[in-house]
């Protein structure tokens, strides 16, 4: 008896159809993507630059509702990045971080970030600033957590203001540049570093 085999053909969905599926399932506020696992449809030909810009099929992507809309939906899961709905995962590529902290203002003792798709973070323990420094130019990146693995880059004038308003403190046994919020330091150089 001969046997017959199926395969199946995975369809990756399009900008279209998963912007369809994150309108379905907001309801105000992130959807619970942690909880969704769909199965994985590959990836689709959407990038986040280092600025922010996100781009579909090499075009940027114009209308920030839009943008806004796919923020709600991305998910890292280990080094990937992914768009999640309840039925359909898709991967993409993000150049650095997939957002940009485009300003920050004190409120109270906090530093509270907005980034370019309008999320909103204090810095602290739940959401922590941190500095990458290039080994070979030492240029610093400064990043924040947004949520969930997410980051956003800190953009220059915002990290200049951030250097403005620093201080050195003791960091591990060593006085370090940095800043604080909500009662935390967050180092960005060692003071030995800036003489």
Known sequence: ??????????????????????????????????????????????????????FYMGTPIGRH????????????????????????????????????????????????????VGDRMIAGPEHPIRVVRDPETGEPSPYVLVRANLEALIDRKSFYRLVEIGEHADHEGEEWFGVTSEGMFFPIIPAAELE
């Open 65 to 116: 509702e839009l943008v806004r809309l796919f923020s709600t939906i991305l998910r890292r899961d280990g080094d990937d990045y992914v768009l999640v709905t309840p039925v359909e995962k898709v991967g993409i590529t993000v150049d650095d971080a997939p957002f940009v902290a485009v300003d920050f203002n004190r409120r109270g003792d906090g530093l509270e970030f907005e980034t370019n």
């Open 1 to 54: 008896m001969a046997k017959i085999m199926t395969t199946q053909k995975i369809v990756t969905p399009s900008a279209e159809s998963l912007a369809s599926s994150a309108r379905a399932v907001q309801k105000g506020g992130l959807p619970p993507v942690h909880l969704w696992n769909p199965p994985h449809c590959g990836d689709i030909d959407m990038r986040i630059a280092r600025d922010g810009t996100w």
